[in-house]
């Protein structure tokens, strides 16, 4: 079993920066696509971006490329987001995922593990 936990974010005003990581557990970090998503109140739980077992392609929905960066470190089992430029409709709360298959997948169907999410909060 591989267990997801998230820590980072917490409240920051708009045009800040936060990061976000996510450790994962077990041995087999390195064979998952790894990926972030948020959820704001009331909505749907929606892709942010997604990184290559390798981390040598990424994957970004529009209206985060240019300010977030999804990296990982296989070594440590350790996936980050760095939040540059938030604005307020960023806040949400941020999961990341692990697929066991290579995949440039955006749906939540496709993604086997999940954290327990962390907040972000951007205020104006």
């Known amino acids: 079993q591989v267990q997801l936990v998230e820590s980072g974010g917490g409240l920051v005003q708009a045009g800040g920066s936060t990061r976000l990581s996510c450790e994962a557990s077990g041995r087999t970090f390195s064979t998952f696509t790894m990926a972030w998503f948020r959820q704001a109140p009331g909505k749907e739980r929606d892709f942010v971006a997604a990184?290559?077992?390798?981390?040598?392609?990424?994957y970004y929905t529009d209206s985060v490329k240019g300010r977030f960066t999804i990296s990982r470190d296989n070594a440590k089992n350790t996936v980050h987001l760095q939040m540059n430029s938030l604005k307020p409709e960023d806040t949400a709360v941020y999961s990341c995922?692990?697929?066991?298959?290579?995949?440039?997948?955006?749906?939540?169907?496709?993604?086997?593990?999940w954290g327990q999410g962390t907040q972000v909060t951007v205020s104006s």
């Open positions: 990184i290559s077992r390798t981390g040598t392609s990424t």
């Open positions: 995922a692990a697929a066991v298959f290579p995949t440039s997948s955006r749906l939540t169907k496709d993604y086997k593990y």
